[in-house]
Nanobody
Framework: QVQLVESGGAPVQAGGSLRLSCALS????????VAWFRQGSGKEREGVSC????????EYTDSVKGRFTISKDDAMNMVYLQMNNLEPEDTATYYC??????????????????WGQGTQVVVSS
């Protein structure tokens, strides 16, 4: 059974950086596309970034382009989201998602089967 566990969320001041981590268990990460979503208080879940499985491609929502970077380490079964120059608008619970053999990148949550429990990021001004 595939499970995802996020970590790394914390309070941080605007302009700071955080690296979120997501550990996948129950399978091998190199068969999966991965993504990060976030949900702020009173807001809908939003796709932040994704990394496809095959012929790897990445996608970022406009508000994080140039500031966030998604990556994965197949050998360690880990997914990362490096977040730089954080803004108060980035405050949210961040979720890791995975989909087996998804060869394209999509920020549509309906395409993702496996989800973590979330890790909270709070950016103060």
């Amino acid at each position: 059974q595939v499970q995802l566990v996020e970590s790394g969320g914390a309070p941080v001041q605007a302009g700071g950086s955080l690296r979120l981590s997501c550990a996948l268990s129950g399978s091998t990460l190199d068969y999966f596309a991965v993504a990060w979503f976030r949900q702020g208080s009173g807001k809908e879940r939003e796709g932040v970034s994704c990394l496809s499985w095959r012929y790897p491609s990445t996608e970022y929502t406009d508000s994080v382009k140039g500031r966030f970077t998604i990556s994965k380490d197949d050998a360690m079964n880990m997914v990362y989201l490096q977040m730089n120059n954080l803004e108060p608008e980035d405050t949210a619970t961040y979720y890791c998602a995975a989909e087996k053999l998804l060869s394209w990148c999509t920020l549509d949550a309906s395409h993702w089967t496996y989800w973590g429990q979330g890790t909270q990021v709070v950016v103060s001004s």
